[in-house]
């Protein structure tokens, strides 16, 4: 109080606001000199200057507004984030942790309320579903961690939506039953427009945002905040369906999450939002809420607190461990389980206010409740960095293992219309591992306009590193002066150790030498780098499936391994399916390569079982697919002379298509 009186008499929102920034900025460097998780030190910071202690920030409509938006957030970024490939793979298990998760707790804490605490049975079954529902608090901590692919991440937060939408469905027949409306009309409404909700979500949306990141290309802000209004439309939809937002921000985040590639500039601008501000508000609006002067007066609601927190705690580990058993995870994924499970904010506290204004609980247990939440979410933090940790540093040799860090990918550019599209993918391809920049690169013809040519090419490679710097990607601006493209292309390779050259085509010529050009034929000849051809017409989040076409033997030159990790893991950010044709033979190597890096990726296969129909390929195109054709340099082992026209083929037949023709390094 002493503080506060010293300050500015009234609601100073540059105070407030100085200081909510500081918070952001210092605890947690304060939390990883104590070693522990940032988040703890948010919502410790909440309750040090909230009301109930230095009494500096207050729990006003503002802290309301901002919580609330973090907390939708929040969600959002979790379903944004999720691997749906590994999730349709991993979707029973998720269905069996929510299960669990939801009946366990409940099954505990009932019995305790109603013949130890001795509530009655609204009561007692409120206070219990309060126990089954949970917050992922923790979820920025495996963010930071990189392992929100892991498995056991996966079937946390699908469990997190299944149990959270049940106990949201139980509260809402308690407070039917508690005012005398159980009647089947109000049912059939409920289910009605929460069905309805659903759809407009997860089948609407998709196809709207579709529509205006096509047409609203080059308006990057406009593309944040459209996504933005999207999550608030969701959390809306469901609020007036009687659902608790959350559910709907996190099913727009899953909605959106194929169209929002993990490399994209737009994605690093909702993370950066996102961890910047918006969650940050919610963690010390949480700290807000905790009277500890309050809790600590009376022994009965401290005896309360500690019975709550034990009995919560006890069903979320017995959760987890079922279902360690029963998927056949690994220690380190069960704790971590538990760890994302296991903390109580946004639900728990609707749970208990609607109980409270019902009638059905008391302020003590209100109160009690507050001192569960904030224990819960700072044992939760702590077991999920944990985990986290060792998960991390388990998976680091597999990734690190999956290509060198020397990797250096040129990207030559001389139309600035694809300037954008190269950038993004080279950006998509390039290994999260790698500490090397990417290189734009800008050929300059040695005659009497040098000097202006010269100009006009910075220009063009200022426009490229602004466009990388948006998704916070090192650049190395690089430009040569020369006769030929194809031979400062291939010297500078050599000088600057390069590893992939991603390269754009014309796509308005007619024959395959006038697609691809001289300089496409001298730099096959002339550098052995993985050389990728791209023509991109559409943005690379607009596809739906990724087709492979693998010639024979391909699988047996030298750089194969690295191109299909790089296809790889371009499905994965932009979360498209893969089709993939080859022989057999192909087939076994990817399974190993997949095996052997500990890898999963959703692809389907057109194995034949003669030769390799490139007729059979086209008929499985569609204008919404990504065509890759996997090439090779004439005199290589898997050249084939009556490939070379298969580009001109498939440029002819779909000419809104993106292609991109790969040959492997030699």
């Known amino acids: 109080m002493i503080i506060a009186e010293l300050l500015p008499s009234g609601y100073n929102p540059v105070l407030v606001f100085t200081i909510v920034l500081l918070i952001i900025l210092l605890a947690p460097m304060v939390m990883e000199k104590l070693r522990m998780p940032g988040i703890i030190g948010m919502i410790l910071a909440g309750v040090i200057f909230g009301p109930y202690g230095l009494d500096v920030l207050e729990n006003n409509a503002a802290f309301r507004l901002f919580g609330t938006v973090g907390l939708l957030y929040l969600m959002f970024v979790a379903g944004l984030e999720m691997d749906m490939n590994q999730f349709r793979q991993s979707r029973m298990k998720s269905l069996t942790f929510g299960l669990l998760t939801f009946t366990i707790p409940l099954a505990i804490g009932f019995p305790v309320c109603y013949y130890l605490l001795e509530y009655n049975f609204l009561g007692s079954l409120l206070i219990a579903s309060m126990f089954s529902t949970h917050t992922l ?184 461990l079922f279902t360690q058993k029963i998927l056949g995870l690994q220690k380190d994924q069960r704790n971590l389980v538990f760890g994302l499970s296991s903390s109580h904010a946004a639900a728990t506290i609707a749970v208990i206010l609607v109980g409270f204004r019902l009638g059905i609980v008391g302020e003590n247990v209100l109160d009690a409740t507050i001192l569960l939440i904030f224990i819960t979410c700072l044992l939760a933090s702590l077991v999920t960095a944990r985990a986290g940790k060792k998960i991390a540093i388990k998976n680091l040799p597999g990734a690190t293992s999956a290509a060198p860090l020397t990797e250096r990918i040129l990207v030559p550019i001389s139309n600035p219309a694809t300037i954008e599209y ?85 796509s308005k010529q007619k024959t395959a030498d006038k697609i691809f050009g001289t300089t496409l034929d001298r730099l096959l000849k002339q550098t052995g780098q993985t050389l990728f051809v791209c023509r991109l017409v559409t943005p690379l989040n607009a596809y739906k499936r990724l087709k492979l076409f693998i010639p024979e033997n391909a699988e047996l030159e030298k750089g194969f391994e690295d191109i299909m990790l790089k296809i790889i893991r371009m499905t994965k950010h932009t ?88 040959y492997p390094a030699q």
């Not at 009605?192 to 205006?212: C, D, E, K, Q, T």
Request: proline content about 4%.
């Open 575 to 662: 979360e498209a399916s893969l089709l993939i044709s080859g022989s057999h033979a192909c087939k076994a190597s990817i399974e190993s390569l997949l095996q052997k890096n500990k890898m999963k990726v959703l692809m389907h296969w057109n194995v034949p079982e003669g030769r390799l129909d490139t007729q059979s390929f086209f008929q499985l195109i569609t204008p919404q697919d990504m065509v890759v054709l996997i090439g090779a340099r004439e005199g290589s082992i898997s050249y084939e002379k009556e490939f070379d026209s298969l580009p001109e083929m498939i440029t002819t037949q779909f000419s809104l298509t993106n292609i991109i023709i790969v």
């Open 422 to 506: 190269l950038i993004d993918f080279a950006m998509m391809i390039k290994t999260p591992t790698s500490i090397e920049p990417v290189v734009p690169f800008a050929v300059v013809r040695d005659n009497e306009e040098a000097h202006t040519n010269l100009e006009n090419s910075r220009k063009i490679l200022d426009r490229a590193a602004k466009h990388a710097s948006a998704s916070n990607s090192l650049v190395n601006l690089v430009t040569r002066i020369d006769v030929n493209a194809s031979s400062a292309i291939s010297r500078a390779s050599r000088e600057l150790g390069i590893t992939d050259i991603v390269i754009g085509w014309h």
């Open 137 to 320: 608090i923790s979820y920025p901590i495996v963010q930071k961690l990189g392992i929100t692919k892991n498995e056991a991440v996966i079937i946390a937060i699908g469990g997190t939506i299944i149990t959270d939408v049940m106990v949201l469905v139980l509260l809402a027949v308690i407070s039917a039953t508690s005012n005398g409306e159980s009647d089947l009309i109000t049912w059939v409404k409920f289910v009605g427009s929460f069905g309805a909700s659903s759809l407009v979500v997860l089948a609407g949306f998709p196809a709207l945002a579709r529509w205006f990141l096509r047409r609203i290309e080059g308006e990057k802000v406009s593309h944040y905040i459209f996504v933005l209004a999207l999550v608030f439309v969701a959390a809306l939809l469901f609020e007036l369906s009687g659902v608790e937002p959350i559910i709907g921000a996190f099913l727009a985040g899953l909605s959106l999450n194929r169209l929002i590639p993990k490399a994209s500039p737009l994605m690093s601008r909702i993370d950066f939002m996102g961890n910047a501000l918006f969650i940050p508000f919610f963690l010390i609006s949480v700290g807000l809420l905790i009277n500890i002067p309050a809790i600590t007066s009376s022994m009965e609601t401290v005896t309360l607190a500690v019975t709550l927190t034990l009995v919560a705690l006890l069903g979320k580990w017995i959760a987890s």
